[in-house]
């Protein structure tokens, strides 16, 4: 195995062959299941009130990877959440923008349109989202494309397949030159740890993301259950908290898919907080994946601001 | 200033009704003290005053010994075993319907988190009598005979450290076998069991079923050598232990003694280290480390200590130390300014033997009684923060080479309550577990308690177990 790693200075023995590789894997240190639920479990136990509550839920906002990843998606579709992206609540001016507008790669540029000059990045699936079951060239010809239509960030899935058989080291190959094929753009590496079924397996495939090369790691797709859990969050913000300490670069964290309410997207701020540290409480280290979340965040927002809830209807659906 | 800093988010304790003054509950009702002593139980996060309790006397004791005598006797003893269950399952459900006051309660008068008392300590008594409850009408078959009896009247001597947690180990079984009780609460925190009197009040346990009298050593002591007990149960510290076992040597009264601890929490280079990291911080800075089977000792094998002292250490900056009501709090006051002043002149010799003192940059509140999370490395088996128990948030790390070594020195200490194993292969855990001279041990956990699961100690941890089937052995005549 002969790739230019990104991290290679870092793990040079790690990455010298695919046997030294899966040997890395192996001896990261393991996850107990139980310890682990346990841990996120009393994390989750945290009382955010009054002022932090407000600064969180801001915070929240500005993390959201506002989603729509459907078949029917159309142009118009897109358009209007890239305009929510930007202005989420129309009746509050101090209410800022989303990170991020998180599509199809086809529709990045009718998103980028919308979006243009706010600050407000085009997230774009690719690599034959959500499967990941394609030729490696078709995986990159997708990736180019969307960053030609305008994506600043891509959204790629690993090849669980080739993971969960022990091909490690084509799963980072893939990663390597999807992010050569990202060039400007950042590369989100989606696990998909719902397939890949243990916390012991999410660590490694985050680590092999990171040696690849990964802008972030990222649960899910959204497109499988279980998605993200505070649990195999929890195991994300231990890696990327690991190798900042071996390599000095804070890979990012987006948990995805299944997060609804502004309560569970405080308690995985929390984590953020406690696990990963304060470097990682911003929009450049960890984002939601969501497209109900930002409505709640909303509600809960005006709700502090004027002491009662409003009515759904006071918030748009896009 | 922290970026994301949690707003205080105290829970209220309006919820709980404090007294004045709280008299002795004996045949049932409350009463005062024949010589009307008294003493003041403290916030010790405050130093306020809570209330004022009366202090038993011998007199009082008496009084109380011939009530539960009368209650065995007449009502409880002869009472049909399904109907004592449905007492005890009642008592279960009203301390589920009143849970926040009694976790409201016992963070005021003992000082732990809120955090603890609301999933811990008042959710596990409850559990227990539920559990015993449920073995009250199946004596039978806990494999101590065809027809065991009970004792008859069981004096009951519990600590601070989990006030009503304690009383629900204690008198669970005890009245599930049929038994009748005095308790005798610690003089720091007897509010809870007083409280626990009034839950009695309201499901109607007969009077005299358990009696509760409050009050320092002199108490104690007094119940300990009355020579009408059929029973003595004392948790606490070795020395009183002993004590207690001189007492009553020679007597018909049979004894159980849950004492000290100095656990050892052994961490192998093939463990889940950051579930270990979580495993030691739940050893040792659980209720301000004010627990007898605590992992006060971290044995780390040497391969893997600077890693794991390096992770230790980012977590322990992350414990969150003030007002135990606020429900962010990890760490709480230490139960009493002796227990404090203990603490300080161990970790002083710590100092002075040449261990390395480490703690988190943490700043203690003005008022009240507290201690910094704090380790100590360089720790080696002589010093006295390895050998003698401390009761506070202050761990001792200690290294090995070899599965042999960690099993040498876990096991060289006069203590063999618990112990920890840390490893990825279960076959290393079971080498290890079979080995270790202590009474629970742990696997990839620590600090887990089950009502089903008995607790007690080897050699001056002392002898019995509490908890499970095992647990009715102490109560019954097997």
């Given amino acids: 195995m002969s790739l230019l790693v990104p991290a290679a200075e870092h793990l040079p023995d790690a990455l010298a062959s695919e046997s030294t590789l899966r040997r890395f894997l192996h001896g990261l240190p393991g996850v107990d299941q139980v310890g682990a639920e346990a841990r996120a479990a009393t994390l989750a136990t945290r009382s955010i009130k009054r002022e932090s509550k407000r600064w969180a839920l801001d915070m929240a906002v500005r993390m959201t990877d506002l989603t729509t990843l459907e078949g029917a998606d159309t142009p118009g579709k897109v358009r209007a959440l890239s305009a929510k992206a930007v202005r989420p609540d129309p009746s509050d001016p101090t209410c800022p923008s989303v990170a991020a507008v998180c ?39 997708d990736t180019r494309d ?35 094929a990202c060039g400007p753009a950042h590369l989100k590496v989606i696990l998909e740890t719902g397939e890949l079924a243990t916390l012991d397996n999410a660590r490694r495939a985050a680590w092999l993301a990171m040696a690849g090369g990964a802008d972030f790691v990222k649960t899910s797709t959204g497109k499988v259950t279980p998605a993200a859990t505070l649990p195999v969050t929890l195991v994300l913000l231990e890696a990327v908290r690991d190798f900042a300490a071996l390599t000095g670069r804070a890979v990012g964290v987006k948990a995805a898919g299944g997060i609804r309410s502004a309560k569970d997207a405080i308690r995985y701020l929390v984590m953020v907080n406690e696990v990963a540290g304060e470097r990682w409480l911003t929009p450049e280290a960890f984002r939601f994946g969501a497209s109900t979340l930002l409505n709640d965040l909303l509600l809960q927002r005006a709700k502090q601001r004027t002491g009662a809830y409003a009515g759904p209807d006071y918030f748009t659906i896009d | 200033m922290p970026v994301f800093d949690y707003a205080p988010a105290p829970e209220s304790r309006d919820i709980v009704a404090l007294r004045p003054g709280y008299g002795l509950f004996v045949d049932g009702a409350f009463t005062e003290p024949a010589d009307g002593g008294t003493f003041k139980t403290v916030n010790p996060a405050t130093e306020e005053v809570l209330a004022e309790v009366a202090e038993a006397g011998p007199a009082d004791v008496d009084r109380a010994v011939a009530a539960a005598r009368r209650a065995f006797d007449g009502v409880w003893g002869r009472m049909r075993p399904a109907e004592r269950a449905k007492y005890l399952f009642r008592i279960a459900r009203v301390l589920q319907e009143r849970a926040r006051e009694f976790a409201v309660l016992e963070s005021l008068d003992n000082g732990k988190p809120i955090r603890e008392s609301r999933d811990v300590d008042v959710p596990l008594a409850a559990a227990h009598f539920f559990y015993y409850a449920g073995w009250a009408d199946k004596l039978r078959w806990a494999g101590f005979g065809g027809d065991p009896r009970p004792l008859g009247v069981a004096g009951q001597v519990i600590p601070w450290n989990f006030p009503l947690l304690m009383a629900a180990w204690k008198l669970a079984p005890a009245l599930a076998a049929g038994n009748t009780c005095v308790l005798k609460p610690a003089e720091t925190t007897p509010l809870s069991a007083l409280l626990l009197a009034e839950v009695l009040q309201q499901v ?107 992770r230790l250490k980012q977590r322990l900056a992350t414990l969150r130390l003030g007002d135990p009501l606020d429900k962010n709090t990890d760490i709480g006051a230490v139960n009493s300014a002796a227990q404090l002043e203990r603490i300080t002149e161990l970790a002083a010799s710590g100092d002075a033997e040449g261990a390395v003192r480490w703690q988190p940059e943490c700043p203690l509140p003005d008022r009240g009684w507290w201690f910094p999370p704090t380790l100590f490395t360089g720790v080696s088996q002589s010093h006295r923060i390895a050998r003698e128990e401390i009761f506070g948030p202050v761990l001792s790390v200690l290294t090995f080479r ?29 080498w290890t577990a079979q080995r270790l001279r202590a009474g629970v041990v742990w696997a990839n956990t620590f600090n887990r308690f089950d009502p089903a ?12 177990r509490e908890g499970g089937r095992h647990g009715l052995e102490a109560y019954l005549d097997a």
């Avoid at chain 2, 108490?219 to 070795?238: E, I, N, P, Q, Y």
């Avoid at chain 2, 006069?414 to 920890?420: E, F, I, M, N, W």
């Fill in chain 1, 103 to 141: 599509v199809y790669g086809d529709l990045a540029g009718e998103a980028a349109a919308v979006v243009a000059g706010s600050g407000v990045h085009v997230a774009a699936v690719a690599t034959a989202f959500p499967s990941g079951r394609a030729s490696l060239a078709v995986k990159l010809a």
């Fill in chain 1, 146 to 180: 969307a960053v030609a239509a305008g994506a600043d960030e891509i959204d790629m899935v690993i090849d669980r397949g080739a993971f969960l058989c022990g091909r490690y080291g084509e799963v980072l190959e893939e990663i390597v030159q999807v992010k050569q």
């Fill in chain 2, 453 to 464: 699961s008995p607790f007690g100690g080897y050699k001056e941890s002392g002898f019995g």
């Fill in chain 2, 402 to 430: 070899t599965p042999d070594e960690a099993v040498v020195k876990a096991n060289n200490t006069p203590y063999g309550l618990s112990a920890g194993v840390w490893s990825e292969k279960g076959s290393r855990i079971l």
């Fill in chain 2, 204 to 310: 109607d346990l007969p009077p005299g079923v358990v009696n509760i009298v409050t009050g320092a050593g002199g108490t104690g002591r007094a119940l300990v050598a009355h020579g009408g007990l059929d029973k003595v149960a004392f948790t606490g510290s070795t020395e009183v232990g002993k004590q207690i076992q001189r007492t009553l040597a020679g007597t018909r009264t049979k004894l159980t003694l849950e004492l000290g601890g100095k656990a050892a929490n052994i961490v192998f280079d093939d463990a889940p280290l950051d579930q270990a990291v979580e495993g030691i911080v739940n050893g040792i800075f659980f209720n301000q480390g004010h627990v007898c089977c605590a992992g006060s000792r971290l044995l780390v094998q040497e391969s893997v200590a600077e890693p794991l002292l390096e």
